[in-house]
């Protein structure tokens, strides 16, 4: 259990008053409240965005856009020597069952947050820093290192991992392939990485904040792809083509498409399911261990139903 008077010492919070677990959060993120205010504390595993949170925050805030201020420790770093980060705490709820009503919100509020992260480089150490996440958003890793991992012996369930799934991840791959020339040529920002209900915080049906910022440098499209898979893919027992549009619909406003990111969209859309399939069997590959059988089947279904709605996915729409 972490020691939370060390960590409000790090940070210069005063003194702990109580501590919670915070609804919503994993096992390790808490509610901390001391004497000079209420905060969340929570595991700081990826330095690389803790420490260039204190930017994204300052240029989201400024324009409007509102994100918890974090804390920096007593000596000016956003993870302290314990290994963890502070931030203030939002009030609101996290919906793990959104509402047609806040998926729009939610979408709306992405391509806004984007649109403003445009104004903020990207910082050398995303191109620098190598882990697991960002290797797997690749679509170099992808291609290379997706076959192999679907053949390892005894890390893929069975019956779930069934025959025709398999191939049906080698469809996808080929169409990743063939859509290089349209997805390599995007241009890159910094964007967030994992959007999904988890990490949006709602009052009602509007958006307080989006959470747990992950760095990534990509293509906007690969941020839209990421909401769109929490929000309509991942866990669903078919795509609702219509749902998918109104969410396209609610992000158009805030940018125009491009004629190459109306072409790429759903290359960009199979590689996010791609990524998130590839993402528990990379882990399990370099710790030497099994994968999750249920995220596997679900994350592989996840790739199924976007191959199978390819021909029906909607157009990203132009603004008026």
């Known amino acids: 259990m972490p020691d939370y008077h060390l960590i409000a010492a790090e940070f210069a919070l005063g003194r702990v008053r109580t501590v919670t677990p915070l609804s919503g959060g994993g096992s390790d993120v808490a509610k901390l409240t001391t004497t000079s205010g209420v905060w969340v504390v929570k595991p700081g595993r990826d330095r690389t965005s803790a420490e260039l949170y204190p930017r994204v925050a300052s240029v989201l805030n400024a324009a409007g856009l509102r994100q918890a201020v974090p804390c920096l420790t007593v000596t000016g770093s956003a993870v302290s020597a314990s290994g963890y980060t ?182 960009m859309l199979i590689r996010e399911a791609l990524r998130r399939l590839a993402t528990p069997l990379a882990v399990a590959e370099e710790a030497g261990t099994s994968p999750d059988p249920v995220t596997t089947a679900a994350r592989c279904k996840a790739v199924e139903s976007v191959i199978q709605a390819w021909p029906n996915l909607p157009d990203l729409p132009y603004p008026p």
């Open 86 to 267: 502070v931030q203030e705490f939002l009030p609101g709820q996290v919906c793990l069952r959104p509402t047609a009503a806040q998926i729009v919100a939610t979408m709306r509020h992405v391509a806004e947050y984007h649109e403003t992260l445009k104004a903020l480089p990207s910082p050398a150490e995303l191109s620098i820093v190598d882990s697991i996440w960002r290797r797997v958003a690749s679509a170099g890793f992808l291609l290379r290192e997706v076959p192999g991992l679907l053949v390892q012996p005894g890390r893929l369930p069975e019956p779930a991992w069934r025959t025709d799934a398999r191939q049906m991840v080698g469809v996808a791959l080929g169409l990743v392939h063939d859509s290089l020339p349209l997805t390599d040529p995007l241009p890159r920002q910094l964007v967030h990485g994992d959007i999904g209900p988890d990490n949006v915080l709602m009052d009602g049906d509007d958006v307080v904040a989006i959470l747990d910022f992950t760095a990534h440098e990509q293509p906007y499209l690969f941020a839209l792809s990421t909401a769109v898979y929490w929000y309509h893919i991942y866990g669903r027992d078919h795509l609702d083509v219509a749902a998918i549009s109104a969410s396209l619909a609610a992000a158009a406003p805030s940018r125009s498409w491009t004629d190459l990111e109306a072409d790429a969209w759903p290359a």
